[in-house]
């Protein structure tokens, strides 16, 4: 299989070089990274920064340049030109325009109460990821019955981490398809007065580290508004039934079925977003090591 990276190199040493004549078609019916960008921005119908986005009515984030913030329905329009299924609850997505790292995340929020972090200091890595394997092979059971690749939960990207000074809990985990394929599925949860909002990065392994600043940065400019900050918390409250580490288990994401990076992307490109056709379909097939799939595949899934 051909990394990202790999990919991504392979394409750029080739314009270095003086290309034959095989070489020069080639590259002409393979769109670049920047034509991929802007398939999921006009998908997304995408603003680019800087700018404030809303994220429903509790929260707002700030949209620096080289970054685009898509709303609600835009984010939905996102999930639904990726083959998921529109998922109501999310709130607003930010979407990378910069080449040298493709990547989106999506906000989505879960009125569950105050999420008291009195575990903050004592997150077992070693059994929070023996249950999330065990959440694993339960949506590789449902994933056979419906014709899709199995993931295996490799391990932590990053093991769970609570900072109390920003009241955000992140963790990451490395998955590979059964079809060859990896992809890095990196949570954080940033917790307030009424519950707790998801940000979910989708992102490629070998794009995470020269994407993690620019997502870092977008986080710290992301604020609950007034009245529902982590701090603003008032006796008589809705508190939370579960704490921190049930947080990483129930948002592991494998038994409600949501793709990765990979199957994400892939189905964008099957269901032809751009029209921009077989040259977009053969570039991403380099770019993952995906086979396609006929068009008597599976089922779109739920996000």
């Given at each position: 299989m051909l990394s990202v990276l790999a990919a991504c190199s392979f394409l750029l040493a080739s314009s270095q070089e003086a290309p034959t004549p095989d070489a020069s078609q080639k590259a002409a019916q393979e769109p670049s990274r920047a034509e991929m960008l802007q398939v999921l921005s006009e998908a997304a119908n995408a603003k680019p920064g800087p700018l404030t986005g809303?994220?429903?009515?509790?929260?707002e984030v700030a949209v620096p340049e080289g970054l685009a913030y898509a709303d609600a329905e835009g984010a939905r329009n996102l999930l639904a030109a990726t083959g998921n299924l529109p998922d109501d609850s999310v709130l607003a997505g930010v979407l990378s325009l910069r080449e040298e790292s493709d990547w989106f995340v999506l906000f989505s929020f879960d009125e569950s109460g105050y999420v008291k972090d009195e575990e903050k200091d004592e997150l077992d890595a070693d059994d929070l990821l023996d249950k999330l394997r065990e959440g694993n092979e339960q949506g590789n059971a449902i994933r056979k019955e419906r014709g899709l690749d199995t993931l295996e939960l490799v391990g932590w990207e990053k093991e769970p981490f609570y900072d109390p000074k920003t009241n955000n809990l992140t963790w990451g985990t490395r998955i590979k398809s059964s079809a060859g394929g990896e992809s890095v599925n990196w949570q954080v949860r940033l917790l307030g007065r009424r519950g707790v909002m998801s940000a979910e990065?989708?992102?490629a392994p070998q794009d995470l580290q020269?994407?993690?600043p620019s997502f870092d940065a977008l986080l710290a400019g992301y604020?609950?508004?007034?009245?529902h900050k982590y701090a603003e918390f008032?006796?008589?409250d809705k508190i939370a039934e579960y704490g921190l580490g049930a947080l990483v288990v129930g948002?592991?994401?494998?038994?409600a079925l949501k793709l990765g990076f990979f199957s994400k992307f892939w189905k964008l490109i099957l269901v032809g977003v751009a029209a921009m056709g077989a040259a977009i379909k053969n570039f991403?097939?380099?770019l993952f090591g995906k086979k396609e799939r006929d068009a008597g595949g599976p089922p779109p899934l739920q996000g």
């Open positions: 809303a994220i429903g009515r509790l929260a990065l989708v992102i020269a994407g993690l604020s609950f508004k007034e009245g008032r006796s008589g948002g592991a994401g494998f038994a991403w097939s380099k």
